[in-house]
T-cell receptor
Framework: EPEVTQTPSHQVTQMGQEVILRCVPISNHLYFYWYRQILGQKVEFLVSFYNNEISEKSEIFDDQFSVERPDGSNFTLKIRSTKLEDSAMYFC????????????FGQGTRLTVV | GEDVEQSLFLSVREGDSSVINCTYTDSSSTYLYWYKQEPGAGLQLLTYIFSNMDMKQDQRLTVLLNKKDKHLSLRIADTQTGDSAIYFCAESMGINSGGYQKVTFGTGTKLQVIP
């Protein structure tokens, strides 16, 4: 069964460093998303991406964050100048172009900022 | 804005039924979902219900929707130890002009099944 894969599964970084979280969506999918879950809190929407551009973003997704689909298969989330409060589980999801279908989620990347 | 609330923890004995409850605030929610997250794994869609339905049954899973009270529940019959996981309630308003379907999640209910 096709799946969304995320790498790495766990990333530890020093405060102030830049990190790139990688996702490989399901190959024929057209819509891509990033969500995050701070420990003990809700899964929060960050951004959606369609047709090589951001289609919607939350207030969390400020200038510190950026997304890219550099090569037609990977979908990346870049976090610049990481802060302690960026520590969270980051989930990538993708959806095909058919109306009302579910979004398939990856297993998540746990980001720890120290 | 949208808000989805769940209790944090539920413990049941193997073979009993589990009922996980959820309330949501957005009356324009079109789809309501239940996702399951096993340790170290991603979010797996278990089932979903359209807002014009009251109930949906899928094998051991029964979803009940009370749209008037904005209350959603997931019943797992004959709960097994493999059902131990975190269960997330989620809602969305469906498709917008950009084709995007934003999903709002609850905090998740950790289900512990005691052998």
């Amino acid at each position: 069964e096709p799946e969304v894969t995320q790498t790495p599964s766990h990333q530890v970084t020093q405060m102030g460093q830049e990190v790139i979280l990688r996702c490989v969506p399901i190959s024929n999918h057209l819509y891509f998303y990033w969500y995050r879950q701070i420990l003990g809190q809700k899964v929060e929407f960050l951004v959606s991406f369609y047709n090589n551009e951001i289609s919607e973003k939350s207030e969390i997704f400020d200038d510190q964050f950026s997304v890219e689909r550099p090569d037609g298969s990977n979908f990346t989330l870049k976090i610049r100048s990481t802060k302690l409060e960026d520590s969270a589980m980051y989930f990538c999801a993708s959806r095909d172009g058919t109306a009302n279908t579910e979004a398939f989620f990856g297993q998540g990347t746990r980001l720890t900022v120290v | 804005g949208e808000d989805v609330e769940q209790s944090l923890f539920l413990s049941v004995r193997e073979g009993d039924s589990s009922v996980i409850n959820c309330t949501y605030t957005d009356s324009s929610s079109t789809y309501l979902y239940w996702y399951k997250q096993e340790p170290g794994a991603g979010l797996q869609l278990l089932t979903y219900i359209f807002s014009n339905m009251d109930m949906k049954q899928d094998q051991r899973l029964t979803v009940l929707l009370n749209k008037k009270d904005k209350h959603l529940s997931l019943r797992i019959a004959d709960t097994q130890t493999g059902d131990s996981a975190i269960y997330f309630c989620a809602e969305s308003m469906g498709i917008n002009s950009g084709g995007y379907q934003k999903v709002t999640f609850g905090t998740g209910t950790k289900l512990q099944v005691i052998p």
